[in-house]
């Protein structure tokens, strides 16, 4: 998995073999959309709004396919929104995906190994670290905002990571996961 994060909740995710677009219509300024959604497989648009609704609580990942199967019945990457300002994205072969840029739904046991990516200023991101780090342990928690939201943000979580990963995103800088 490739994560650019380019500011607000724009991201564009290489994931499962596709290439995924959140929110290029909010990019900032010096992004051009167009550029942005070029080759995308996959548009999703305010951050997932208008996709099927998960109880994300209950949710389970799809289980493969097996290749000796002549038709794939699903597509490879499926997202679904799993609650208000939460998107849930899945891919055979690589870790479940959560964007958060509201407040942190309740998860079930597949965010255990998660990768979370969490978007907003200071307040917002340790609040919504804490709540998802106080009921899973994700294999990753990648914070996306700008350099004083990081420095606060850091300060609430780093004591309390119990085993995950802490990732400070940097706008137009590619990550691989």
């Known amino acids: 998995m490739k994560l650019t994060w380019f500011g607000g909740t724009t991201a564009r995710i290489h994931i499962g073999g596709v290439i995924l677009v959140i929110d290029a219509a909010g990019a900032p300024a010096q992004i051009v959309a167009s550029e942005l959604v070029s080759g ?3 548009v999703v648009e305010n ?21 000796l199967d002549e038709e794939a019945t ?3 990457v499926a997202c679904w929104q799993a609650g208000p300002g939460a998107l849930l994205v899945e891919a055979p072969g690589e870790p479940v995906l959560l964007l958060i840029k509201g407040p942190v739904p309740e998860l079930g046991r597949w965010a255990d190994g998660a990768v979370v990516v969490l978007f907003g200023d200071g307040e917002a991101l340790s609040g919504a670290g804490q709540a998802v780090l106080a009921g899973r342990g ?7 905002g700008d350099e004083a939201a990081l420095d606060q943000a850091i300060g609430a979580l780093r004591d309390v990571l119990d085993g995950a990963a802490l990732l400070a995103l940097e706008a137009g800088l590619a990550v691989e996961i």
């Open 138 to 144: 994700p294999r990753l928690l990648a914070l996306a």
């Open 40 to 42: 995308a497989d996959c």
């Open 47 to 67: 951050f997932g709004a208008g996709l099927e609704a998960v109880d994300s609580a209950q949710w389970r990942p799809r289980k493969a396919q097996r290749p």
């Open 74 to 76: 699903e597509p490879a």
